[in-house]
Nanobody
Framework: QVQLVESGGGTVQAGDSLRLSCAAS????????MGWFRQAPGKEREFVAT????????RYADSVKGRFTVSRDNGKNALFLQMNSLKPEDTAVYYC????????????????WGQGTQVTVSS
C-alpha cells in the first residue's frame, strides 16, 4: 500500500502559478503510475494529469494542456504538478492518486488517493 499527502494549495489570482506536491509513503512510489485529479464544488472529480512509473510518459486533460506540467521524483517518493497561467475555472480540490496496473486517465483505475489540497483562483 501507499499513503499520499498533498500540499502546496492556496489562493492566487488569475495568471499566477502554483506548484502542488504529493508525498508518498509506504511502498515506493516507483511501483505505481500516478496522477492528479480535481473536484470543483457540485461537480464530478475529473482527470487532470498522469505520469508513468519512470516519468517518461504523461497525459493531460485538454483544459490544462500547455499550462500544467506533471513530474515525479522517485528518489524522493514525490509527485508534482506545476500549474501556470491559472484561471478561475481551475478552482477545485486537487487530489493525488496512485495506480498499480497501467497509466490511465480513468478515475476508477487508481487504487490510492490523498485527502486533497484546495486551490482557489480569483479573477
Amino acid at each position: 500500500q501507499v499513503q499520499l499527502v498533498e500540499s502546496g494549495g492556496g489562493t492566487v489570482q488569475a495568471g499566477d502559478s502554483l506548484r502542488l506536491s504529493c508525498a508518498a509513503s509506504g511502498r515506493t512510489s516507483s511501483s505505481y503510475y500516478m496522477g492528479w485529479f480535481r473536484q470543483a464544488p457540485g461537480k464530478e472529480r475529473e482527470f487532470v494529469a498522469t505520469i508513468s512509473r519512470g516519468g517518461l510518459t504523461t497525459r493531460y486533460a485538454d483544459s490544462v494542456k500547455g499550462r500544467f506540467t506533471v513530474s515525479r521524483d522517485n528518489g524522493k517518493n514525490a509527485l508534482f504538478l506545476q500549474m501556470n497561467s491559472l484561471k478561475p475555472e481551475d478552482t477545485a480540490v486537487y487530489y493525488c492518486a496512485a495506480g498499480s496496473q497501467y497509466i490511465s486517465i480513468m478515475r476508477s483505475s487508481y487504487d490510492y488517493w490523498g485527502q486533497g489540497t484546495q486551490v482557489t483562483v480569483s479573477s
